[in-house]
């Protein structure tokens, strides 16, 4: 067995490309946007700006048997004074655990060379959300991680012990629950509330805006980093061309920008049914499954900590969701949402959602 510290391109798209191999016989998985991952493992995202990173795999006579790549976030450890590495975007092929932990051995070792004390897996905000620990018969949504049950004993071997766990809810729309949205959205406007969509004609103004809140909002929520506007320009500008200006809303109150979500449609059901297929070359094919999306991801709300209490969760939410409930949507889910996070817990509840999906984060100590 060997494992080898990647260099070039083309490791890293033959990296990307393995979980073909991993995910052949599985009805659920969806690939990843391979350009996308390609740029954070060789470093060229905006995203990965101020981070090292380094990807891994092992093989065997030339044969990949799982890959690993490590990560040391610099924003993230001086914004909590920390010395922490992350270890993400892991698949494996199943029956090979000496090879597993080889492979988590050198990357734990390569970080320990950068001076960090200890390991986090399978969480670096803007990079990956936790691995599920159950819904192995449903497709993920959009960002979110799937992953092989036999991951959990892979990562426990190599030294790793349960750090947090984390939710993913879902609700399904009625009419009933529809009156409910919109009395959430008038009590928050007679309340001196407005809500407002994102203007695409001024993206730029809007991305910086949604950066500034987001970093305001969640400065003391565990696992975050600062965003920049760069790396925001992602979910803006990047994904630009599917997203619903209605389901991305302000709200402001006194002359400011006090709150702001973030949803759109759950890409996941087509590029899931596009699973093997060369977009490029099926793109009348790919546009008609954009129209058959009945799910949307809410994946990012928040309020500045000052006007919460008021409602404003509730109302940015609610109005997004009925803006997917007037483009006929069946369901909408409410992102991914830490076990001890009441407050988000309880808006997601007050919603109607239900818990669908469990995730779960890993640590192990380096020193």
Known sequence: MLVKALQSDEEFHRYVSFGQDVYDQNLYWTPPNADHLV???????????HAKVQAFWVELNGKVLATLTAVLEDAYNLRWNDHM?????????PGYDDAV?????AACQWLKAHNCQSARSSLLISWQVPLTIDAYDCVPTIFHTYNPPYYHSYIKNAGFITERGAVQYQVEFTPDLADTYRQMVERSFLSGVTLRSMDFNRLEEETVLFTEICNDTFSEHWGMQPATTAGMRGLTF???????PEFILFAEAEGQAIGVVYSLPDLNQAFHKMRGKELQNNIAEFQQLLQQIDHGALIIIGVRKQYRGRGVNLALAAKSYLAMIE???KTGSYTIVLDDNW??????ERLGAKVTRNSVIYRRELT
């Open 39 to 49: 740029s954070l493992l060789n470093g060229t995202s905006p995203i990965a700006a």
């Open 85 to 93: 590495g992350h270890l993400l975007f892991f698949e494996a092929l």
């Open 101 to 105: 932990s080889e492979l988590f051995s």
């Open 238 to 244: 990047g994904l630009k061309d599917f997203l619903v």
């Open 327 to 329: 483009r006929g949507y």
């Open 343 to 348: 407050r988000s817990r309880r808006t997601a």
